[in-house]
């Protein structure tokens, strides 16, 4: 890489820096003097970035004066927060009590399966997220899976592996 370019990213990071300082700032303000603002104001972060970035934490922290302790107690407390950014494709895998008892984990193995063998293939690793969440409320559908907002229903191994490919264009 010559000068001129690592100039140029480096230019570029730090005018990121400084437009996430602001709206940082501009979130907080929006919230502050109200109750139960970190929530709010986690929310409006993870709304704005798809998660809670280590330095975004760290800006909040230095702009509300409290501790990245409290931040993280919080982030952490909340199962919807998240600390890494998110796939390109969310699945999330229903483990409510009928699709559990339907064969969810089934699904989720196999959804490991085909994204470890994905990404053996040379597959990007961020390109799906999985994640066990509470009942959807499709119980009617079970076992069932929502991917990027779009539920799926009645799924077995098989199907959810023709989801996956589906999803990948492939």
């Not at 994905?118 to 929502?146: L, T, Y």
Request: charged share 30%.
């Amino acid at each position: 890489m010559n000068t001129k370019s690592a100039d140029a990213e480096l230019g570029n990071i730090l005018d990121w820096v400084e437009r996430m300082r602001k709206r940082v700032c501009e979130i907080a303000r929006e919230w502050e003097g109200r109750e139960g603002n970190l929530i709010m104001i986690l929310h409006a972060i993870q709304n704005e970035f798809g998660y809670v970035p280590r330095g975004v934490a760290n800006e909040l922290s230095r702009e509300m004066g409290i501790s990245m302790a409290r931040i993280y107690e919080v982030i952490t407390f909340y199962h919807y927060f998240r600390l890494t950014p998110p796939g390109n494709h969310t699945v999330q895998v229903c483990m409510g009590t009928a699709c559990y008892l339907k064969g969810a984990e089934q699904l989720r193995d196999e959804l490991e399966r085909q994204l470890k063998l994905m990404e053996a293939s040379g597959g990007r690793k961020d390109e799906f997220q999985v994640e066990n969440v509470r009942c959807i409320g499709c119980c009617g559908m079970a076992p069932a899976v929502v991917v990027d907002g779009e539920t799926h229903g009645r799924l077995c191994p098989d199907k959810v592996k023709a989801v996956v490919k589906q999803k990948r264009g492939k």
